[in-house]
């Protein structure tokens, strides 16, 4: 590791939040099948999530497939399920011999039993590991987990006079994960598409111009560099 990142350490963000966009894009670019950016995808998230941990970060949280990524052909949806149950059953193992913890956040809704059970298996397999928590947001939108949220709080028969913005925390799919500290968004496009809406009131942004295949690790570093070097402010 640099000594530039040596020297940022303690000013990393405790919470990285990833959208990957454009691995179609990039398949498309280098004349390869559609669907093979998605898998080209998920290895790339498997090794900036590694080397997130190994800077200090605690928690990575990726956007791996939204409430409006149904709307894809179902050839495409199908591959992505099949491609998340791989990650859920063979690929775990690898994370979880690197000490990773891994969690599914997101709606159970549409998701098949096959998908349920082994991400439920995934997450027991992982559950006391130490090295980073890799939270999978799966079948996820922003305004849902909300919405979520809302119906068990009216459910639980919650008074409106106790209802603040720490109990409505403790209802989002995971209650236990700091707000995110910085969002890096690959292929150029500059929007959060309803990403973990409550948990980045306060996020930096950083949107960078290469496709999610092609996101290295220099260019994670880069973006450690830069978060370092911005003062935060909450509202003051």
């Given amino acids: 590791m640099s000594k530039v990142l040596e020297s940022i350490q303690n000013n990393n963000p405790r919470h990285l939040g990833l959208i990957l966009d454009g691995n179609r894009r990039w398949a498309k670019e280098k004349g390869l099948k559609p669907f093979e950016g998605h898998r080209r995808g998920y290895l790339r998230l498997r090794e900036i999530a590694i080397a997130s941990f190994e800077r200090n970060v605690e928690y990575v949280s990726a956007f791996v497939f939204s409430t409006e990524n149904w709307n894809r052909t179902k050839e495409e949806v199908n591959y992505l399920m099949d491609l998340l149950n791989w990650v859920a059953t063979s690929e775990i193992k690898k994370l979880h011999k690197k000490n990773i913890r891994v969690v599914f956040l997101g709606s159970k809704k549409r998701l098949s039993p096959k998908i349920l059970k082994n991400i439920h298996n995934a997450e027991e397999l992982t559950k006391n590991n130490t090295g980073g928590t890799l939270a999978l947001c799966l079948n996820y939108g922003g305004q849902q987990e909300l919405s979520d949220a809302i119906a068990l709080i009216v459910k639980n028969k919650v008074k409106p006079s106790d209802i603040n913005p720490q109990l409505i925390s403790q209802y989002l799919y995971g209650p236990e994960l700091p ?12 929007r959060l598409s309803g990403f973990m809406l409550w948990s980045a009131a306060y996020a930096e942004l950083k949107f960078v111009l290469k496709q999610w295949p092609a996101f290295t690790v220099k260019d994670l570093d880069d973006a450690l560099v830069d978060y370092a070097s911005r003062q935060r402010r909450f509202g003051t």
Avoid: A, H
């Fill in 179 to 190: 707000p995110i500290d910085l969002i890096i968004r690959t292929s150029g496009e500059q």
